[in-house]
C-alpha cells in the first residue's frame, strides 16, 4: 500500500473538495494554512479511529511491567495479549492488564502493568491501536490508507469554515467592510455545520473495531 503525503491530500482531495481552481487559489486559507487544517484533522481522528498494530513483546522471566515507550508510536489502547509457544501455537490469552499513558514530558511515556509475570519460554504479542501519525510538513507521508483520506479532508473543512467564520467576525467588528468573502455568515455557519457532520460521520464509520473505556492517563480493561 503506497501512503500518500500531506501534500498530496491537500491538492488532490482538500482542495477539490474546497472548490478551489488552483493550490494557489487561497479563497479558503493560503497554502500554509490548508496544511495546517489538514493537521489538525489528522490530530482528531483519535480516538474513534485508529491504526491497528501488532507487536512482539519480549519477555523477561516473571517480569509483570514493561515500557514500551520504545515503539515508533506506543500504543494507546491494546485489545489482546496472546501467548505462544515455542512452536507458534496459542496457548493462552492474557485477560487483563492496565496501559499507562503519560504525556507530561515532550516524549510520551507508555508501561504496560500484568497482573503477574510471564514465563520467558513463551512468546508474547499486543494487538491494539494507535493514533494515525500527523505528518510534520507538506513533504511528509502519513500512515492513513488512501481510502480513508477523504475522513481529513472533511476534518480540514471544518477547520477552514470556522477560519473563515472568525475571520468574518473579527472584520466585522472592527467596521471594515472588506471581509474578504462573498458568503454571509449565516451560510459559512450552514458549511461548517455540514462539514463538521460529514468528519464525525466518517470517523465513526472507519472507527476502530475493538475499544475499551479510557481515562486521561490510564486505560484499563
Known sequence: M???TLDTIRTAGLNLELGLTSDADDTWGTTAQRLFYLQR?????????????????TIVEQ??????????VPLREITAITLFDST??????IPSWNLYYDEASATP???????????????AYLYGYQPYIVPASGAATCDLPPELE???????????YRAKLN????????GNENRANSLSASEIVELMRSAAADFREARLSNAKEVSQPRRAIRATR
Open 167 to 174: 475571520q468574518f467576525a473579527n472584520f466585522s467588528r472592527l
Open 150 to 160: 477523504y475522513v481529513v479532508c472533511a476534518g480540514a473543512r471544518v477547520e477552514a
Open 63 to 72: 517480569q509483570s511491567q514493561y515500557d514500551l515507550t520504545a515503539l515508533a
Open 41 to 57: 484533522a489528522f490530530a482528531k481522528l483519535w480516538p474513534d479511529m485508529g491504526r491497528a498494530r501488532r507487536y512482539a513483546l
Open 2 to 4: 503506497a501512503f500518500s
Open 109 to 123: 511515556t507508555s508501561r504496560l502493568v500484568l497482573p503477574a509475570g510471564i514465563d520467558s519460554s513463551l512468546s
Open 88 to 93: 507458534g501455537i496459542e496457548v493462552d490469552k
